[in-house]
């Protein structure tokens, strides 16, 4: 008998009904953005909350798998350190998002509560990617994600590149997605199985099946491979980026750019580490050579940009490479893959945060002449983009140095020194643009017409700015706390019936 256990998925149900509400209130009871504030903030508060319920739970009875069909016998999700992490940090990444994002939704009117609706469904298929153990939910998850943040990338129709963005967002996002579920049924039809635990599971087939002739197994984890390397920007499959996150709302890219990494790579890491972790010997050195063409390829590129967003868009090429460089260890590189991506989602929101206080919430363009004499026209603004931008450099006393630490450890110890080294020597030219932004932020006067144009914020930006740097401040301090958080956060790996 199938077994229904909604604190599994209680989650997606308080976003669901979240987004539900929101567009009651805005349609049925006239009600406006302050109101669909309340709601979503309350949705996304007791998300995060039943977060922390699912840890203490997998604490005090260890990890449980959760069964539908075949008489109770497919597992489609699981609860374990992993999956509660990962949902934890893409409600908490897209509650913050959201929040710096505030400005936008109040100028789209009426319209903004579909924005705020797609958001929040947008997470939820995003929290569904991360607690999946069965590769056709996994999907079905990043479908769900994918198809609201198509429509958010076009949401302000009056932008001209708006338009083109999402355009190319939707075709190519909707390509990688047929790679990702054509990868799938080839892994079926090696396996015989969608679901990566269970007693008819790849990890059970794996446990007592030798496959001879793996061909069409290593084509289909290759599929999957390049259809998630899409959704997380890795370099060669990255070409989207710089054009969605210049032609998106200013304000809707962090979502974008920092809720889907983290699914993206619990997905990967789920189904490589786990699932397929018998066949690392060959998928480790497919994800090793695609970690140092993104690190090098997104280096190279951010350096030659002259618009911010864009150079942020190469930048998260590079950084991928190097959340990439933690998986070829397997299991043991998933600590300093969690690290990198926790503390590197929020630095990513912060930064984007402020391009949209400069360049305004449905702007564009954010030209890196517009940062110049940032630090006399807002001393707060250019503190917080100076941190932001040393972290994300890997400067000694930031979170960003010692997740680049983590990462390249564990591809030394794994065996890959030579990737350890073209990242390092990529994080050391990557400096460039980091300090370039604080050369003209601190070492330039500011344009003439922009000299005495007051920046405003409201104070839920703010909020979210502050949030941000304090995190990325924190934990590059005191990085203990959520270093131990992150070595107990390992996915499942044993079989269990």
């Known amino acids: 008998m199938s077994q229904i256990d909604f604190l599994a998925i209680a989650p997606e149900i308080f976003l669901l009904v979240g987004a539900v509400l929101v567009l009651m209130a805005a349609v049925t009871l006239d009600l406006g953005p302050r109101a669909w504030g309340i709601i979503a903030g309350t949705t996304l508060f007791a998300s995060f909350v039943i977060a922390w319920v699912q840890w203490w739970r997998v604490d005090a009875v260890g990890a449980q798998l959760h069964y539908t069909g075949d008489f109770g016998r497919t597992p489609m999700v699981v609860l374990d350190y992993f999956s509660v992490f990962g949902g934890g940090l893409v409600v908490a990444a897209g509650g913050i998002a959201l929040m710096g994002g505030w400005r936008l939704i109040s100028t789209f009117e009426r319209r903004g509560a579909e924005y705020v609706a797609l958001a929040l469904l947008a997470i939820a298929g995003l929290h569904i990617m991360a607690i999946s153990a069965n590769l056709i939910l996994m999907f079905i998850g990043l479908e769900t994600a994918s198809i609201a943040l198509y429509v958010i990338s076009g949401f302000t129709r009056d932008q001209g590149n708006s338009d083109e963005a999402a355009t190319k967002y939707f075709l190519l996002g909707s390509f990688a997605s047929a790679l990702f579920l054509y990868g799938i049924a080839l892994s079926y039809a090696a396996t015989g199985s969608t679901s990566i635990y269970g007693d008819r599971g790849i990890i059970a087939f794996f446990g007592d099946r030798i496959i001879l002739d793996q061909g069409v197994l290593l084509i289909g984890i290759s599929l999957m491979i390049v259809g998630l390397g ?101 299991q043991d590189g998933i600590p300093g893959l969690w690290f990198y991506l926790g503390t590197y989602a929020f630095q990513l929101i912060g930064t984007f945060v402020i391009a949209s206080i400069i360049s305004g919430p ?21 503190g917080s983009l100076a941190l932001l931008m040393l972290a994300m450099g890997g400067i000694p006393l930031t979170a960003g140095f010692v997740g680049k630490v983590g990462v390249l450890s564990a591809a030394i110890d794994a065996g890959y020194l030579w990737l350890a080294i073209v990242g390092l020597v990529s994080a050391v030219a990557g400096l460039f643009f980091y300090l370039r932004l604080i050369v003209l932020a601190y070492f330039n006067e500011p344009d003439p017409e922009l000299a005495d144009v007051p920046i405003v914020a409201p104070l839920s930006t703010r909020l979210a700015l502050a949030v941000c740097v304090g995190f990325t401040f924190l934990f590059g301090v005191l990085p203990w706390p959520l270093l131990n958080l992150t070595a107990e956060s390992v996915p499942l790996a044993g079989f269990l019936p």
Do not use: C, E
Not at 294 to 301: A, H, K
Not at 362 to 382: E, I
């Open 362 to 382: 449905r702007g564009g363009a954010s030209p890196l002449d517009s940062y110049k004499g940032l630090a006399k026209r807002s001393p707060v603004l250019a």
């Open 230 to 330: 899409f959704k997380v920007s890795a370099a060669p499959f990255h070409q989207w980026a710089p054009d969605v996150y210049q032609g998106a709302p200013g304000s809707a890219v962090p979502l974008m750019a920092s809720g889907v990494k983290i699914a993206g790579f619990a997905a990967l890491a789920r189904v490589l580490t786990v699932g397929f972790n018998a066949n690392i010997g060959d998928w480790a050195q497919v994800i090793a050579g695609l970690a140092a063409l993104s690190v090098v390829v997104g280096t190279l590129l951010a350096i030659a940009q002259s618009d911010f967003k864009r150079m942020l868009a190469y930048s998260g090429v590079a950084h991928a490479g190097f959340m990439l460089t933690a998986l070829v260890a397997g």
